[in-house]
Structure formats: C-alpha cells, structure tokens
C-alpha cells in the first residue's frame, strides 16, 4: 500500500469516527468498514447491515479496529482547543473556557461555538487534525512501530547498519543523536521504477503494517535533527550491486567519518562567523 492509499484509507477512518462509528482496517488490501459506535445504541434499523459487516470483519487476517475518542479523551480535545489555539485571555477564549466548566460540558461548549462561526470553523479543522492524529498513533500502536528501535552510534552500530543494508532494510542514521535505526521492514523483489518527466521514481508495494513502520522509521530521521539514510543493497532494479557484507559495512563507516567531519567544518565555520558578528 503506498503513501497515497494510505493517506485517503487515514481520512476515511478519521471521518468515520468523527460520526461515532468504530472502523476496522484491512491492513492487507487497505479496505475500511465502520459500524455504529455506543452513542448509535438506540439505532436498531440497520443491525443486519452491521451484523453482516462485523462477520465480514472477523473473516480478515490482519486487521485493526478504531474506537471513537472517549468522553475524557474529547473533553481534552476540546481543552487543548481552548487554551492552545484560541488566543489567551480573549474574550471568546474566556466563554469557551467556562463553557468546559460544571455540568454538561459537551453541550454547553457546542452552544458556545454557535454564537461564533469563524472559531467554530476553527474548531472543526482543529478536531479534523485531531482526530487524524489520533488515527496514526494508534496505526503506528498496533503496527508495533509505536517505538522505533534504536542503537548507540558505535562500532557495533556500523556491523548492525551493514547487515540491515545487506538484508534489504533501509538504513537510518543521525549523529546528532549518535543514534541509528534498522527498518523492520524488508524492501521487496517486485519494487518497480515508474519513469517521469524528469526522473524515474522507485515504488516499493508493502503491506498498511509494513507502510506505517516504513514511515514512522523515516521521521526518526526528521525529528532529531537530520542525518544519513543508507539505502538497501540491489533495492534498484537493473542495478546489481556486487560489493561483499565487509565491502558494504567499509563504506558505510567512511559515509558515517565523512558526515562527523563535515559537520565539524560546519560549526567551526558558524562559530568564526558569530565571533566576527560580534567584533
């Protein structure tokens, strides 16, 4: 399943829950059904659809199911709204704030919204992007890529990224962090190239699973601060690759020496720039 695919199956659940429904995902071909949720218990007309949907669901092999946020958790939502994105000490962040106050806070915030169309414009964008949110966490939860694996930067990292970048994985580094992660996700025989204009694209076909820790693996490298992505051996097709494992891991240690150097260059250059600014 590709970015794309995956993206409009996150809308679709995201959407579902927004309704009250509890969604369940194929993670193999990328299928979504949904259901009615607790607050739709007093709905009776289409429990044959839902029962027929349910023993469709439980025929999947792989699969994951979605539940609508919770009281607490949407009463967090709406308070992360009020005192995050409104802004503070306004008057209308003031209302909204002891809307949240005593009995009936769902009610009494939703009546509050009404008398203000642009904030609740803003109001319903923010859930959207809440809820999508919620939706890749709890994709990457189930997928076990909640927690990316990492390894110290040290001379046993370099034989581990070897072996990942020999076996099929991608490969990501960040010196920054002296950090390294080995993808859990193998690079398959049938990637395909797809020429462009300018450019030929490598597509890869994985699973959701497969995709969702392919993706949580490639932000490690954005979230702390850039670094290296080694890429796996013979990955490109028509491209064979004949260096050995000790081969691999040599220019892997040289890439690795060549970032640290450069990136000292770098700051002994920012540094001898700042103390001229200040002369």
Excluded at 71 to 77: A, I, K, L, Q, V
Excluded at 149 to 156: A, E, I, N, Q, S
Aim: hydrophobic letters at 35%; glycine letters at 6%; aromatic letters at 10%.
């Amino acid at each position: 399943m590709n970015d794309p695919d995956l993206k409009k199956v996150i809308t679709q659940i995201t959407q579902d829950l927004d309704c009250g429904m509890i969604c369940y995902l194929n993670t193999v071909t990328g299928e979504v059904e949904s259901v009615m949720g607790d607050s739709w218990a007093d709905y009776h007309d289409y429990d044959d659809i839902f029962k027929e949907i349910e023993e469709k669901v439980e025929s999947w092999e792989h699969s994951m199911t979605f539940e609508p946020l919770n009281s607490h958790d949407s009463y967090e939502m709406m308070e992360h709204f009020v005192d995050y994105v409104l802004k503070k000490g306004s008057p209308t962040q003031r209302e909204l704030a002891e809307a949240l106050v005593g009995k009936h806070p769902f009610a009494r915030f939703k009546s509050a919204l009404d008398g203000h169309p642009r904030i609740r414009k803003k109001w319903f964008e923010f859930k959207e992007s809440f809820l999508h949110c919620y939706v890749i966490d709890e994709m990457k939860r189930q997928a076990g890529a909640s927690e990316i694996k990492t390894y110290p930067l040290d001379d046993d990292a370099i034989s581990i990224m070897a072996l990942g970048v020999y076996s099929g994985r991608y490969v990501y580094c960040s010196p920054k962090l002296r950090e390294v992660v080995v993808s859990s996700v193998v690079t398959q025989p049938g990637t395909t190239l797809i020429p462009s204009d300018d450019q030929e694209e490598i597509v890869t076909h994985y699973t959701i699973e497969e995709e969702i820790r392919r993706i949580a693996e490639q932000h490690f490298i954005f979230k702390s601060g850039g670094g290296i992505t080694f890429e796996p051996v013979n990955v490109r097709p028509g491209h064979r690759d004949e260096r050995t494992l000790q081969q691999v891991e040599r220019d892997i240690r040289r890439s690795v020496a060549f970032f640290f150097k450069a990136e000292k260059h770098l700051r002994e250059f920012l540094d001898a720039k700042d103390k001229e600014s200040q002369n």
